[in-house]
């Protein structure tokens, strides 16, 4: 992390970005930073710390944040709100998390079927994504930076195996985004809970099983202690992005020089979550394994019957809402142009 900052900001300075001088004379702002995610959850919980952290060190302590556990200032299911009205100035989060507003907050989230990591950044950040995420999040007077990125999750935990389709019905499970349209429309009842609320709800049979992250997140919440089916893989996020989010009332407040230390700040931030993830997963999975989970991979006919219900999710949601239709056609235009690239420049 340390080499990571220093490294970061070498660079700015060089390239003019940001010089000492500059960064010395900025006022002080100080922010209130609300986490999505309890600090001791794997890979979320760490980098959560370093973007506060980060964003200290590379304004020369003229960007004084203080990140804020789950619920220590606000409910994190309510950080949109907080945020736009200004009773909170910032938080980490994901759009995911805010469809109750609208459907296609979960476009900048994770979008199911969807592309890995290098493509949805791509998207996000050459494609137009990005512009008509902060578009959507104007509306609630938020402005916003993509601010980490994870490649695929896990798809969930049973307490049973899942033999046939039918298995699927009756179920009540957290689920998390577009993902959750896609497991109703197979018969299962989703709700949506914040990290620290899933494990008692699976523990007290509120709900019969969850999907949460990636295996290291979901080693730190213990649903291995309750269920003991793990499938893979996690079609309905194959990358995710965080986001932060800070209350334009704040935002005005950073000059031109601070504001380029928080982009920055989120743009190392993707890279080491991104890098961090993807190289300690794999003992994750050998611990959870240890703890007597089974690994499960879904047959090509689950995956078929996702995939199918996930092509309906999306013509009812374009019906529904226009700015989800606005995001859809963006990102399907872009991954159409982008097949072409990948298509011939990767091994299938």
């Known amino acids: 992390m340390k080499f990571i900052t220093k490294a970061l900001a070498s660079a700015a300075i060089a390239t003019g970005l940001l010089t000492a001088p500059a960064i010395a004379q900025e006022k002080k702002v100080r922010a209130q930073m609300g986490w999505a995610f309890p600090s001791t959850t794997g890979l979320l919980g760490p980098t959560q710390i370093r973007l506060v952290e980060m964003l200290r060190t590379l304004s020369g302590g003229s960007i004084d944040v203080k990140g804020f556990e789950p619920g220590a200032l606000v409910p994190a299911s309510q950080y949109l709100d907080a945020v736009g009205n200004g009773s909170l100035d910032m938080a980490w989060s994901v759009a995911g998390f805010w469809t109750g507003k609208d459907i296609a907050f979960a476009m900048y989230g994770s979008v199911p079927f969807g592309p890995g990591v290098g493509e949805y950044i791509a998207w996000m950040k050459h494609g137009g994504g990005e512009k008509l995420m902060k578009e959507l999040h104007a509306k609630y007077n938020v402005e916003t930076i993509p601010c980490g990125i994870i490649s695929p999750e896990a798809s969930g935990w049973f307490r049973k195996e899942i033999k046939t389709l039918d298995d699927l019905k009756g179920l009540k499970m957290r689920f998390f985004g577009l993902g959750a349209n896609v497991m109703q429309k197979l018969g299962v009842s989703t709700q949506l809970?914040?990290?620290?609320?899933?494990?008692?709800?699976?523990?007290?049979?509120?709900?019969?099983?969850?999907?949460?992250?990636?295996?290291?997140?979901?080693?730190?919440?213990?649903?291995?202690?309750?269920?003991?089916?793990?499938?893979?893989?996690?079609?309905?996020?194959?990358?995710?992005i965080n986001q932060l989010m800070i209350s334009k009332k704040k935002w005005a407040e950073f000059s031109p020089t601070q504001k380029a230390i928080i982009q920055a700040a989120c743009d190392a931030t993707m890279l080491q979550q991104y890098a961090e993830g993807e190289a300690i997963q794999f003992q994750a999975m050998k611990d959870i394994e240890a703890k007597g989970v089974k690994l499960m991979k879904w047959s090509p006919e689950f995956l078929r019957a996702f995939e199918k219900a996930w092509i309906e999710v999306v013509a009812e949601q374009n019906a529904k809402s226009p700015e989800f239709k606005k995001a859809w056609d963006s990102y399907s235009t872009f991954r159409s142009n982008y097949k072409v690239w990948k298509d011939l420049g990767y091994l299938q």
């Not at 969850?210 to 202690?225: A, C, I, N, R």
């Open 193 to 240: 809970l914040q990290a620290g609320e899933i494990f008692q709800a699976l523990q007290l049979g509120t709900i019969d099983a969850t999907e949460f992250s990636m295996p290291v997140m979901d080693l730190t919440l213990g649903f291995h202690q309750v269920a003991k089916f793990y499938y893979f893989p996690g079609w309905h996020q194959q990358a995710t």
